[in-house]
């Protein structure tokens, strides 16, 4: 099974908010990302979580705090989005994070009002 | 830094072969993956190469590397309808992070 799960599936939000993304995996992988995405371009990695510690934050804004609950489980906590950070949040895993393959999730697709 | 380069677009008319190039800078050590986007959906894993292997196949795809001059191909055999998607090239970066290439939309005609 190489399934990673998103919900919700969709998300509209206002400016003033507060919501959560949440993905989970039961593959027993250790390491686990959140990547945004916008129309037409490629994913862009914004946190990483290896054994439930946040090793990356790629200079994200405050406005997204990510939480990992337990080894299978990953949040994406939103708070006072603007609209320009409206887009598809995916998340992905690996075995671990000097592994190789990262399996994605369907992805939340966010938009902000 | 590092690099990932596609061409944007491809078109083939169902039952050819299809190639998806992909070009990268750096040459350390890695696994360089291809990973297919349908619309509104995520990606999904097709296939990946070792950085010292020379070719890879598995069904209808084959992945060729040329280390020589860093280019990597995807070549979809009998394109299908179904096959119709965006096609990302990704190299393996430091700490695992995936260096993505701007992808390929392959669009698939009768």
């Known amino acids: 099974d190489t399934e990673v799960t998103q919900t919700p599936k969709h998300l509209v939000m206002g400016m003033t908010n507060k919501k959560s993304l949440k993905c989970e995996q039961h593959?027993?992988?250790?390491?686990m990302y959140w990547y945004k995405q916008k129309a037409k371009k490629p994913p862009e990695l914004m946190f990483v979580?290896?054994?439930?510690?946040?090793?990356i934050n790629e200079s994200v804004p405050s406005r997204f705090s990510p939480e990992c609950p337990n080894s299978s489980l990953l949040n994406l906590h939103l708070h006072a989005l603007q609209p320009e950070d409206s887009a598809l949040y995916l998340c992905?895993?690996?075995?671990?994070?000097?592994?190789?393959?990262?399996?994605f999730g369907p992805g939340t697709r966010l938009t902000v009002t | 830094g590092e690099d990932v380069e596609q061409s944007l677009f491809l078109s083939v008319r169902e039952g050819d072969s299809s190639v998806i190039n992909c070009t990268y800078t750096d040459s350390s050590s890695t696994y360089l993956y291809w990973y297919k986007q349908e619309p509104g959906a995520g990606l999904q894993l097709l296939t990946y190469?070792?950085?010292?292997?020379d070719m890879k196949q598995d069904q209808r795809l084959t992945v060729l590397l040329n280390k020589k001059d860093k280019h990597l191909s995807l070549r979809i055999a009998d394109t299908q309808t179904g096959d119709s998607a965006i096609y990302f090239c990704a190299k393996g970066g430091g700490y695992n992070k995936l260096i993505f290439g701007a992808g390929t939309r392959l669009a698939v005609h009768p």
């Open positions: 190469i070792f950085s010292n292997m």
């Open positions: 979580y290896s054994y439930e510690k946040l090793s």
């Open positions: 992905a895993s690996s075995q671990d994070q000097g592994a190789n393959e990262q399996y």
């Open positions: 593959m027993g992988h250790r390491a």
